[in-house]
């Protein structure tokens, strides 16, 4: 197949660009749908494109992405109840994010993800910071937690995004060659945590600050095995210390304010519904996952861990624990390149985020695009790059 495109265009820089269209459209819009415009486009433009990057196929994380999602999609047909129109809607969704993953490696591979994203998220993400604020305080709400603009009309939803925003400002003030970006990335990033901390969600406080310490820790330590060895100890000694916070009872009610939202309840009543069903196989992508407690219906349960258990079984949480595993490695063998730290960064904060929400892996772009498939596609990209430099597939 000859290049689709007209004479003179670069592919790469133009899927650099509707990738961060992708994400921008997730900020300024308010329309899911309108948002996803780009990322259809993406997908098109992959397919039409596939000689250009099939050798992502020698990419043992392309396989785990697609066992991963095709599972899923799989599960549709053991769902209840079934509809074919809204399997085949998955099945969309599912191939969207595969190609979404395909294009994030292949910009990183080619070393365009720095050129696009961190730029675009710093403008975007100060446009959304101020629609915010200025939302925020011309009518506060009766909670007092701010809700963002655009698909961020949810406190806990808009405090993960920006907090994701905010990583992506960190990098974009240590990696960019420009100081005028560097200048911008910091003056940005003040605003941006302020909003975070007005969306009183202690998941995005506590998230964002995780990812935060994990970059900053990951730019001052060079030798990996420290870098690890360390993480781990650090782990150790915050959990120790929020349980020592939960024991102070003015600290637990200004930390936790609301309680655990029920969140035993839900846990323990979803779990109880897969185990009693189908522990090995789950209840399916396409099942409800709306969650009866007492004498009302929790929408999800709250937990992407559990929530993965709930409608792919033992064997989803098995394919979805062995891609990161392959993440893991692969960032543990790249150490020191530039992408990794952004990378760590978004994971500590999306897999400890997903212990308290989360609920669809499988979704058009919005929040598990930037939590989770972000920095899969990086570590896709970074092990396809080691295959390259080994001589196998494409040259750089």
């Not at 133009?14 to 990322?39: E, H, K, M, R, W």
């Not at 305080?137 to 009766?142: A, E, L, M």
């Not at 150790?236 to 029920?262: C, K, Y």
Request: with cysteine; proline share 3%.
């Amino acid at each position: 197949m000859t290049n689709v495109l007209p004479a003179g265009w670069d592919r790469i820089r133009i899927v650099g660009l509707l990738i961060a269209l992708c994400f921008v459209g997730v900020l300024l819009l308010s329309s899911q749908s309108a948002a996803s415009y780009p990322a259809y486009i993406l997908s098109v433009v992959m397919v039409l494109t596939f000689q250009h990057w099939r050798d992502l196929f020698h990419v043992a994380g392309s396989w785990l992405v697609i066992a991963f999602l095709g599972y899923l999609t799989v599960s549709g047909f053991w769902s209840e109840p079934f509809s074919y129109l809204e399997w085949q809607s998955k099945a969309v969704r599912a191939l969207m994010v595969f190609l979404f993953v395909a294009a994030m490696a292949e910009c990183q591979l080619r070393g365009e993800v720095q050129r696009w994203l961190g730029r675009s998220l710093a403008v975007a993400g100060v446009l959304a910071t101020v629609a915010a604020l200025l939302g925020y305080y011309s009518d506060i709400p009766i909670d007092g937690r701010l809700t963002g603009y655009g698909q961020l009309d949810n406190p806990v939803v808009a405090g993960l995004i920006f907090g994701v925003v905010l990583l992506f400002l960190l990098d974009l003030f240590v990696s960019d060659p420009s100081a005028r970006w560097r200048y911008v990335a910091i003056a940005c990033a003040v605003p941006v945590a302020y909003t975070i901390f007005l969306t009183g969600s202690r998941n995005a406080w506590l998230c964002a600050s995780i990812g935060g310490g994990v970059f900053v820790f990951c730019n001052v330590v060079a030798d990996r095995q420290k870098f690890f060895t360390a993480a781990l100890g650090l782990s150790v000694i915050f959990a120790g210390f929020l349980f020592m916070v939960t024991q102070n009872d003015e600290l637990h009610a200004w930390l936790l304010p609301r309680g655990d939202s029920f969140r035993l309840e839900i846990w323990a009543a979803a779990f109880q519904l897969v185990w009693d069903h189908s522990p090995l196989f789950g209840m399916g992508v396409l099942t409800s996952d709306d969650i009866q407690i007492v004498s009302q219906t929790v929408n999800h349960p709250h937990n992407m861990y559990l929530a993965i258990f709930y409608k792919g079984g033992l064997v989803g949480l098995m394919l979805f624990f062995t891609l990161l595993g392959f993440c893991a490695r692969t960032l543990h063998r790249n150490y020191g390149a530039r992408d990794v730290r952004l990378a760590l960064a978004i994971f500590a904060l999306a897999l400890n985020s997903y212990l308290l929400d989360g609920h669809e892996m499988i979704d058009k772009v919005g929040e598990t695009w930037f939590l989770f498939w972000i920095p899969v596609g990086l570590c896709v990209g970074l092990n396809w790059r080691s295959l390259v430099q080994d001589g196998v597939g494409a040259k750089l």
